[in-house]
């Protein structure tokens, strides 16, 4: 069943409920009003019925026609009561009302041989029972029909809304979204379009930013190769060139022992080098130092490194029992540290930067600080700070940024360490 025809039936059972409650009470103080008027038909009752008993002939149609609950009949020799007009629905009300006795009459028989019937007749009020009856039910069903047309008329509109809304989404989760809702009357409609459309903007702004995160990626990926093979060449393989040259020149001056000595130390010395570059090589690549030590320790020679690298001071204040970090999460936050600093000595122009690593109450804060220009937040990231977000995301850490113009930057990481166990 539709949420309409629920709607309906709901309303519909409503207002039964609420139609035999006003007929239950509408009856009752009907039973009381017709036992009322007919107790003082009653009176009138009695004093005919001594007339009738002293003398039947001095009644007359003409004094008896207009009494009120009461009908007086003449019925021939053999003549049945004739059946009364009303309806069916008229004696079952008054058989409820009153009962089957209050309904029974007299009769005395004349000298003519017709027969006097005197009886009671509370059709007169019967019929304005029923009469409020019918109308309280036709005023029921009229508002019936008004409330569930009102209630079509309101919830087709909604439902209208939730169509488009419906179609909006097939067409978001189709990838396609540039989907916008049009904007309706009603103040609600007008509220889901505008979430609606919020929300297809700002995946339409994380599509673009993944695309542009995508594609430097891949650039990036590909300048880490360039770089690579680089160093592998004009550096490492320089080097490797050279011990080979040396190799061979001891061949050469093998019975010359001053001039192999002097080969010895230059091979010596490039084989220092080499073993240096390829140290440096693979720090870049993958912080190796995690897997032997400490972060606390990886962090203060990532800060003496840095600093000696671009020239600006760098003070780590680490806290006391520091908690031991599986390998996974100490890398991701020695590489937020790490791009922190990187976007510090790219754009900050900072005279010096603080790192700041504690344990608060159940989890981690980093703090890393800087004195340099500073912006007006809120700022649409670049790759540093998308990267930074994506590695705390995967700490199940929150980061927050803030930053003011001349004031520098600060980076604020706390991290839950239930997500770390």
Request: with cysteine; charged share 25%; aromatic share 4%.
């Amino acid at each position: 069943m539709t949420a309409l025809g629920r709607i309906n039936l709901c309303v519909s059972l409503l207002f039964m409920l609420v139609t035999l409650a006003g007929l239950a009470l509408l009856l009752r103080q009907a039973s009381h009003d017709v036992q009322r008027e007919l107790q003082a038909a009653e009176a009138v009752l009695e004093y005919l019925g001594e007339v009738a008993r002293s003398n039947p002939d001095s009644l007359r149609p003409e004094l008896t026609e207009n009494l009120r609950h009461i009908r007086v009949s003449w019925l021939q020799p053999g003549e049945r009561p004739r059946q009364q007009s009303e309806s069916l629905v008229e004696h079952w009300i008054a058989e409820r009302l009153l009962g089957s006795a209050l309904l029974l009459a007299d009769s005395w028989p004349l000298a003519d041989g017709r027969r006097l019937r005197i009886a009671l007749d509370p059709y007169d009020e019967i019929e304005e029972i029923y009469d409020s009856l019918l109308q309280l039910l036709l005023l029921s069903t009229f508002a019936l029909i008004l409330c569930l047309l009102s209630i079509r008329f309101a919830v087709r509109r909604g439902l209208r809304v939730l169509d488009e809304l419906f179609t909006g989404l097939r067409e978001v989760g189709a990838g396609h979204f540039d989907t916008r809702l049009q904007s309706h009357g009603m103040a609600e409609a007008q509220r889901l379009a505008g979430h609606f459309n919020d929300m297809t903007t700002t995946l339409q702004q994380v599509q673009a930013d993944n695309a542009e995160l995508t594609q430097a990626l891949l650039e990036l990926q590909e300048r880490e190769r360039a770089r690579l093979g680089q160093t592998l060449h004009d550096d490492l393989g320089q080097y490797l060139s050279g011990i080979r040259a040396q190799a061979c020149l001891l061949k050469v001056v093998a019975d010359r022992p001053l001039q192999v000595q002097d080969t010895a130390r230059l091979l010596d010395g490039n084989c220092e080098r080499l073993q240096q570059g390829f140290r440096s090589l693979i720090r870049d690549l993958y912080p190796v130092v995690l897997e032997r030590m400490e972060l606390g320790v990886a962090l203060q020679q990532l800060a003496v490194d840095w600093q000696q690298a671009h020239g600006i001071r760098c003070r780590l204040v680490l806290g006391a029992h520091l908690p031991s970090l599986p390998l996974a999460s100490k890398a991701h936050l020695y590489r937020l540290v790490q791009e922190a600093l990187t976007n510090v000595a790219r754009h900050a122009e900072a005279s010096e930067v603080r790192i700041r690593l504690q344990r608060r109450g159940q989890g981690l804060r980093l703090l890393v600080r800087d004195d340099g220009r500073g912006t007006t937040l809120p700022l649409r990231p670049g790759i540093g700070l998308r990267s930074m977000r994506e590695r705390s995301r995967s700490l199940g850490a929150e980061l927050r940024l803030y930053s003011r113009p001349q004031a520098g930057w600060a980076v604020c990481l706390k991290i839950p360490l239930e997500a770390r166990r």
